[in-house]
Nanobody
């Protein structure tokens, strides 16, 4: 089991950048694939990005490809999401999640552990 705590959200103008972090507790962080999801008001939770256990492979939703970068530091047990060129439609609560399968799944039901979320608001 791992516990996840996100940070780094906030209010930013269109075109700006934010860096989200997810601190992970537990001894087996590098046994988990990790992902970021988001949920806007009135919408379903959607996949943003995922990274494998080693960090060697990543996957992105088409809506963020080329703007967002997911990374992880297994030594420090952190997961990051660098978000550039932010748009109003990126406004949502962002969640980090861990999956014991270790892969690049975009399906939220395959993730075993979730953080509490951090709010990102992009103003026009």
């Amino acid at each position: 089991q791992v516990q996840l705590v996100e940070s780094g959200g906030g209010l930013v103008q269109v075109g700006g950048s934010l860096r989200l972090s997810c601190a992970v507790s537990g001894r087996t962080f590098d046994n988990y694939g990790m992902g970021w999801f988001r949920q806007a008001p009135g919408k379903q939770r959607e996949f943003v990005a995922a990274i494998t256990m080693s960090g060697s492979s990543t996957r992105y939703a088409d809506s963020v490809k080329g703007r967002f970068t997911i990374s992880r530091n297994n030594a420090n047990k952190t997961l990051n999401l660098q978000m550039n060129s932010l748009k109003p439609e990126d406004t949502a609560v962002y969640y980090c999640a861990a999956n014991r399968g270790g892969g690049l799944s975009s399906l939220s039901r395959l993730y075993d552990n979730w953080g509490q979320g951090t709010q990102v608001t992009v103003s026009a």
